[in-house]
């Protein structure tokens, strides 16, 4: 018992241009398990999902499901066969109801009309199975993105599924949405539904998995028990050389007195009465819960969002800032938290990209000067050390981690005093993670400062000088390093007081 | 070696246009020897004259994805006003000064509708094409109008020698400038920016709808550039001129290789756009089809191109994995 296998990956091999993707993989998962699937960005975890779904076909190898060769066509085939996947973003249909978004393309029908009645009775049963608090008949406008989630899965449910994998489920679910969810997922085990997890958060790892599966750089490293291994000998194994604890300052604070940022009475959409101040080379922590406002605060610092009404001083000078034009050249930049949608364009390589907050530095009138563009890029992309050098690969081609790299040379060749860095190693590996930490230091140790966004609680403590506390747009508390700790944050977080 | 790779790469697209191009040539030289004759390839130059001016500069539209299916009215309004002002005795230079004002101001009008007011560059010039047509009838009540003096009309129809004249070098001229400014400036780079990835380029901190208005007012003052020389060629203004040539420019683009979904397209592709329609539509006439059969072929031809689009990476793909 339990020793029946659900997947087999033999000999699986993927090449994409310029790219092996996957090289002779081969591994088992189990029937019942939750089996996790690590390894840092362009490791070939998601190579692996798509072609197990049927999103992309391998170039060798074979995938055997319950012990029988298997090879979907598109994902459709694949739900058809009970494998279904639960995406890291959430794709449902605005205008349709819950029930429509999850019977989608399955619709149970009476003739050529659709049965509405016996399509929400059988999602309701669903949605009910799953402890959840809204009917079928709901719109999904009115959902936080935790139930949205649920709707994916409740997706999933809806075709005889024996299989769900996960990918990075809780990277935009708030603590308590992601408790949710893994109490799900502990009621499928127990339904005996196998589960492949993708996640870059250990701790979700040790929680769930029974296994763990590692991939680096394609290649296939090995599996083991969660019971019988550690964090850092995981850590290990996907980056292939020891990590030190990452989320640490390596070098004595360079925060000064001198004040960089006075913000004062700041009221825009969602939150309001915000008033800090930033010193020189300090490192000054946003904490909260997912939907306290952070990002948009330090929007309408950068421009991106106008504010309603406060004020803004930038070395005691009040500032006007009503766009990111006027925000740049007030010495603001923001690194902004969805890297693939607001941090880069698609179209540039890896030079432009870094040099299109600072155009005109290489510009004689508006005319661009190539090869000053090309040190730039060498100068940075050294700094970052980006693994990638020649300057025409295309930004979009590179891993997210490296990708955020360019982003950060972005700013860095764009001279700006003060960096927002809006989630900065969200949905980076770990080796990619420490490497921004050092980044952040380097770059404070010239005498700049840095506000940091996070939901990590280990980053928000180990990486920053102080840190304000939102929660529902306003401001609960400042605390200063002393007191940063899991439980205060948390409890100012959630409750607006120490509790 | 390595020079030439990059070359071949980067102007991939560019390149497998012109082998079409050269393919279409082949094809009716085949059917027809005279085709290849020097003075029918003038011919197809100065066919593709006006088609040249006006998809040039939607291309500027296009690449922040955007369109501008206004040009074909700015030109028909740009050969009215200029018809009567250099009817009236106004110097040819003069005219042409207030032409591209008016092209310019055109554009910058439906810039401004797609930036302040938001409104989607499809129906925002959808609107401004009738409006604009509209004003052309008004202008003159519905007559061409006649009489274009030989000063203004020489100014574009001078013979340097053959077949070749001074607005085909306007043209050359015209194309050789803004590719310039797509390719060396940052107006130019934030252009292609603004199209790939919009949000992106305003958050670092570019003022995105300055740029924006900036692609629509080339692409007005293109536009106004084909009204003024459609005006010299005939001698006449029409209020109706111009009539659905958006869509040819259109064509001329994405032949060329921009992509309506914004941030890919270049000028020298898009003259070649405008050559191989124009070279196809020549053909035609010289092995004496009927021209039915014209807007077929300019139809195939705009959908083999986009799909050799699609094709092209997957065949990269594939001589990808046969070198391992």
């Known amino acids: ?499 | 070696m390595n020079g030439v790779k990059n070359v071949a790469k980067r102007y991939s697209r560019e390149l497998t246009i012109f082998a079409v191009l050269i393919l279409i040539i082949l094809i009716f030289t085949m059917q027809e020897p005279r085709y290849i004759e020097v003075g029918n390839l003038l011919d197809i130059l100065e066919q593709a004259t006006i088609n040249g001016f006006l998809a040039i500069g939607v291309t500027f539209a296009i690449i922040t994805g955007g369109i501008d299916l206004s040009v074909g009215s700015v030109m028909a309004l740009s050969i009215v006003a200029c018809g009567q002002l250099a009817v009236m005795g106004l110097p040819p230079i003069a005219v042409l000064a207030i032409g591209l004002v008016l092209g310019i101001f055109l554009g910058a009008l439906n810039g401004l509708l797609i930036t302040k007011m938001k409104l989607q560059p499809f129906i925002a010039t959808l609107g401004t094409n009738s409006v604009l047509r509209g004003m052309a009838y008004l202008v003159t009540g519905g007559w061409p109008v006649l009489n274009i003096p030989k000063g203004y009309r020489n100014l574009f129809q001078v013979q340097i020698f053959h077949n070749i004249r001074l607005y085909m070098v306007y043209l050359i001229i015209a194309a050789i400038i803004l590719s310039l400014i797509l390719k060396r400036t940052s107006t130019g780079v934030y252009i292609y920016a603004v199209g790939s990835n919009e949000e992106a380029t305003r958050l670092s901190g570019i003022n995105v709808d300055r740029f924006k208005i900036c692609a629509y007012i080339f692409c007005g003052a293109m536009a106004a550039m084909a009204g003024m020389v459609t005006l010299a060629k005939l001698g006449t203004g029409e209020p109706t001129a111009g009539q659905g040539y958006e869509l040819n420019a259109v064509a001329a683009a994405a032949i060329g290789g921009a992509s309506l979904a914004g941030g890919k397209g270049s000028i020298l592709g898009t003259m070649i756009g405008a050559l191989t329609l124009s070279a196809l539509k020549v053909g035609l006439v010289v092995i004496g089809m009927d021209t039915f059969y014209q807007y077929i072929a300019t139809g195939l031809i705009i959908i083999i191109a986009a799909y050799f689009e699609i094709i092209q990476g997957k065949i990269a793909a594939v001589i990808f994995m046969r070198k391992r």
Request: proline share 2%.
């Open chain 1, 1 to 499: 018992m339990g020793e029946e296998i659900a997947i087999q990956f033999d000999h699986m091999s993927k090449y994409y241009p310029g790219v092996k993707a996957l090289q002779d993989v081969s591994f088992s998962i189990r029937r019942g398990e939750v089996h996790a699937l690590l390894g840092e960005n362009g490791a070939g975890k998601s190579t692996l999902l798509n072609i197990l779904h049927g999103v992309d076909s391998a170039d060798g190898g074979n995938i055997l499901i319950m012990g029988k060769k298997t090879q979907f066509l598109n994902t459709n085939d694949a739900l058809r066969a009970g494998i279904a996947k639960v995406h890291q973003e959430i794709h449902l249909v605005d205008q349709l109801t819950v029930g429509q978004n999850i019977a989608l393309g399955f619709e149970i029908k009476k003739g050529p009309a659709i049965d509405f009645k016996a399509m929400y009775r059988k999602t309701d049963a669903i949605l009910t199975s799953l402890g959840c608090n809204f009917g079928s008949t709901d719109f999904i406008t009115n959902l936080s993105v935790g139930e949205m989630q649920m709707i994916i899965i409740a997706k999933a449910l809806y075709h005889d599924t024996h299989i769900i994998s996960f990918d990075e489920p809780t990277a935009s679910l708030s603590s308590a949405e992601t408790d949710r969810l893994f109490q799900t997922i502990q009621m499928l085990k127990s339904k005996g539904i196998t589960m492949l997890y993708v996640s870059h958060k250990l701790d979700e790892v040790f929680m769930l998995a029974d296994r763990a599966s590692i991939l680096r750089d394609g290649k296939y490293i090995r599996t083991c028990d969660v019971a019988e291994t550690t964090k850092a000998e995981l850590i290990k194994n996907m980056v292939g050389r020891d990590v030190s604890s990452y989320a640490v300052r390596m070098q004595p604070s360079f925060a000064g007195e001198e004040v960089v940022l006075e913000v004062e009475k700041l009221c825009g959409k969602g939150f309001s009465d915000i008033s800090f101040k930033l010193h020189k080379g300090e490192i000054l922590g946003f904490s909260g819960l997912v939907g306290a406002k952070r990002t948009d605060v330090v929007h309408a610092l950068f421009g991106a969002d106008q504010a309603y009404s406060g004020s803004i001083k930038l070395f005691d000078k009040q500032m006007k800032i009503r766009s990111t034009k006027d925000g740049l050249k007030s010495g603001i930049g923001l690194l902004s938290e969805n890297r693939k949608t607001q941090g880069f364009v698609p179209g540039f390589n890896n030079c432009d990209n870094m040099a299109l907050a600072a155009l005109p530095k290489f510009c004689k009138g508006t005319v661009v000067n190539e090869g000053k563009k090309k040190q730039n890029f060498e100068h940075y992309a050294q700094q970052v050390s980006l693994n990638i050098r020649n300057p025409e690969h295309l930004t979009k081609n590179l891993s997210g981690g490296n990708q955020q790299k360019v982003i950060l040379a972005k700013w860095l060749t764009s001279d700006v005093k003060v960096l927002i860095f809006d989630e900065p190693t969200k949905g980076v590996d770990v080796g990619t993670k420490s490497e921004i930490y050092r980044l952040m230091e380097e770059f404070i140790s010239t005498g700049r400062s840095i506000i940091l966004v996070s939901s990590e609680m280990q980053e928000i403590i180990g990486m920053c000088d102080r840190a304000i506390v939102m929660k529902n747009g306003r401001i609960t508390a400042t605390l200063p390093k002393a007191d940063l700790n899991e439980e205060t944050i948390l409890s100012y977080a959630m409750e607006g007081k120490k509790s």
